[in-house]
Nanobody
Framework: QVQVVESGGGLVQAGESLRLSCTAS????????MGWFRQAPGKEREGVSC????????DYADSVKGRFTISRDNTKNTLYLQMNSLKPEDTAMYYC???????????????RGQGTQVTVSS
């Protein structure tokens, strides 16, 4: 059974940092490109970042470039998203996804988690 579980969300003030984690099981983690998506209330889901199976290539939405860093540890089947200099507009539900298209040409993902909420206050 495939499980994709996010953690690390929370409430922070603008300018602060958070690190999201995503642990996947029941799938060939080290074969898949992985990604993070987010969806704010009333807005469409958007791709935030992705990373290829070996970490050699990463892609970021323009809105987070220079502030967010994606990484992975294939020995732990875990994906990370380090988010620095957070802004109120980063407030959203963040979803981890497995087997994505990287670079983020579209929102395809074979598997998604249930999400973790990130709220940034001004």
């Amino acid at each position: 059974q495939v499980q994709v579980v996010e953690s690390g969300g929370g409430l922070v003030q603008a300018g602060e940092s958070l690190r999201l984690s995503c642990t996947a099981s029941g799938l060939p983690f080290d074969n898949y490109a992985m990604g993070w998506f987010r969806q704010a209330p009333g807005k469409e889901r958007e791709g935030v970042s992705c990373i290829t199976w070996n970490g050699a290539f990463t892609d970021y939405a323009d809105s987070v470039k220079g502030r967010f860093t994606i990484s992975r540890d294939n020995t732990k089947n875990t994906l990370y998203l380090q988010m620095n200099s957070l802004k109120p507009e980063d407030t959203a539900m963040y979803y981890c996804a497995a087997d994505v298209i990287c670079p983020l040409y579209n929102e395809y993902a074979r598997y998604r988690g249930q999400g973790t909420q990130v709220t940034v206050s001004s």
